[in-house]
């Protein structure tokens, strides 16, 4: 007696099909790379003991980013290199001033780079299985952005070579009591080594 497999409706195959391409292109969005689909934490770390450690709180204020960095030049001179000068708008300078200034990435950009991957993710990057992904030097990035968009270069004196930031920061215990205050500073350096490739 053989299995009696009614046929499937079009309806009901385009129900399948759009599930199917729902969770893949789910999958694709929140940087999933491998099966069984887990929820995010896949990318989050552990660092020490989170029960005894302060809640820290970044106070990412608009008016400091949109000021922008204190920089150093080639030739000694210090100025203030913020979104007037760097055409940017608001929200794309208060990431440029917070994240690569403090060098904060998510989770998601140190998982692929200092990780051992999985097999899918290996074969979509198209690297050698063992061989590690590219590490991204953002504190070059920063440098070759900032310099880049002012039309400066190795060799010019307006050439930036040292850029600050400052951030306040918060600590607080699990009860949401306030613990302490800190003024949090950032101060990136000019490695002469990334002249070479500084216009690729």
Avoid: C
């Avoid at 053989?2 to 729902?22: C, K």
């Avoid at 899918?120 to 952005?145: A, D, H, P, V």
């Avoid at 950032?186 to 990334?194: F, K, L, P, T, V």
């Amino acid at each position: 007696m053989g299995l009696d497999f009614s046929p499937m409706s079009r309806a009901t195959v385009r129900r399948v099909l759009i599930a199917y391409f729902g969770v893949v292109l789910f999958a694709v969005f929140f940087q999933i790379d491998g099966f069984p689909l887990t929820w995010m934490p896949m990318y989050s770390y552990r660092a020490g003991d989170i029960a005894t450690q302060p809640i820290e709180v970044r106070i990412r204020n608009g008016k400091v980013s949109k000021a922008g960095f204190w920089v150093t030049h080639a030739d000694g001179a210090r100025s203030q290199v913020g979104a007037k000068e760097l055409n940017l708008p608001k929200r794309s300078m208060k990431k440029l001033y917070f994240n690569r200034g403090f060098l904060t990435d998510g989770p998601s950009h140190r998982y692929p780079n200092q990780q051992r991957m999985d097999e899918l993710s290996i074969r979509f990057r198209n690297l050698i299985f063992g061989e590690e992904g590219e590490r991204i030097t953002y504190t070059r990035r920063l440098f070759r952005s900032l310099n880049k968009t002012l039309g400066l270069s190795p060799g010019d004196p307006r050439f930036i070579v040292q850029v600050e930031a400052e951030m306040p920061v918060k600590y607080f215990d699990h009860q949401m009591q306030f613990h302490r205050e800190e003024l949090r500073q950032s101060d990136r350096r000019w490695n002469e080594a990334w002249s070479g490739d500084f216009d690729e």
